[in-house]
């Protein structure tokens, strides 16, 4: 992987990168984008993260990705695999918003993205792994990228434009 | 889904049906409200990758005009009309001659007006579907966004994200004229709703 080489990651999907390259997910709403970064040895890994906990998974074949439970802990692996030192890690969020305002009778469901914003910070926090800068909340979608040379999060949004952390 | 195993090509003739009596209703109450003639193609209905149910929409950063509805009753689901901001406006000036203010910039008026059309629409379609079914189907109050298409249309796929990695989605495209798109409806019912419509319509489930 080399500067200027963007991976993608989709929803439910996680990815990893280094030296230099970018990895960029679209589309966030109520789902939180998390990333874990090794400043020192430039190795960086992102998740699209759509759901807070794989207890209430019906499915056959888990996708780790999926759930904030799963991703972090097999996000944490691929870094490693790919040379990052656990101690150094430090992560970043963002999204988890609420898309739709509901007077009342709103459902669980609807409160989705603080749920997976609460959800990812206890795995991150089980696993010792600080959170550096967060841009969550709110009631409008992001599309972010971040610069495995840098460390920086670009968070771009209709309303705001782009912003960094 | 294992309910598709058997037998799929029916059942997913009878949703394609079902969508075509509710959107075919919500075409006509469009068609009332603007005293113009809607027509609709005849609707899609697939299992759709998460990552690509966006695409249908324009792409995961396309930014669209959705009023969102959650379905409560016998068959839940969720539901979303979907224009694009030149729909938005064009609907807005064809239904109450609301002058264009800025392009992108929507008053609270007009999103409220949006969120009413979108509360119509969807109650017209879900009446007919509920007299079709049998069923109790009702829309919860509308809420509206105007925002990028792939953050807007999770919301409709977090009852299939705890099963797998698709959503049955019941696509159709209201058109003014021969062509012109003048919206989409989008509806996804919940995974559990699928039985007990093809149970009440008399579809054989095995």
Known sequence: MMEGTVVKVGMADLNVAAGGAALKTTGLGSCVGLTLFDPKQLVAGMAHIMLPSSDIAREGQLNLAKYADTAIPELLKQVLRLGADRRRLVAKLAGGAQMFAFSSGASDSLRIGPRNVESAKLALESLDIPVVAEDTGGNYGRTIEFDSRSGVLSIRSVQYGVKEI | ?206
Request: hydrophobic letters at 45%.
């Open chain 2, 1 to 206: 889904m294992k309910l598709f195993r058997h037998n799929p090509d029916f059942k997913m003739d009878v949703l394609r049906e079902v969508g075509n009596i509710g959107a075919g209703h919500a075409a006509t109450a469009l068609s009332r409200l603007l005293d113009k003639p809607i027509d609709m193609a005849v609707p899609t209905v697939s299992f759709v990758p998460f990552e690509s149910i966006a695409d249908r929409a324009g792409g995961p950063e396309e930014v669209v005009v959705a009023i969102f509805l959650r379905v409560d009753g016998d068959a839940p689901g969720n539901m979303f009309f979907l224009m694009s901001r030149p729909q938005a406006r064009r609907l807005l000036q064809g239904l109450a001659g609301f002058e264009a203010s800025g392009e992108d910039a929507y008053s609270e008026l007009e999103l409220s007006a949006l969120c009413e059309i979108g509360n119509i629409l969807a109650g017209s379609y879900l009446t007919s579907l509920a007299d079709l079914t049998g069923l109790s189907m009702s829309p919860t109050v509308p809420s509206i966004a105007v925002d990028m298409a792939g953050a807007i249309l999770t919301y409709g796929l977090l009852q299939f994200g705890t099963m797998g990695d698709d959503a049955l989605l019941i696509d159709t495209t209201f058109l003014k004229g021969e062509e012109e798109a003048e919206g989409q409806f989008f509806f996804i019912p919940d995974p559990e709703s699928f039985e007990r419509m093809f149970l009440s319509l008399g579809v054989p489930l095995e």
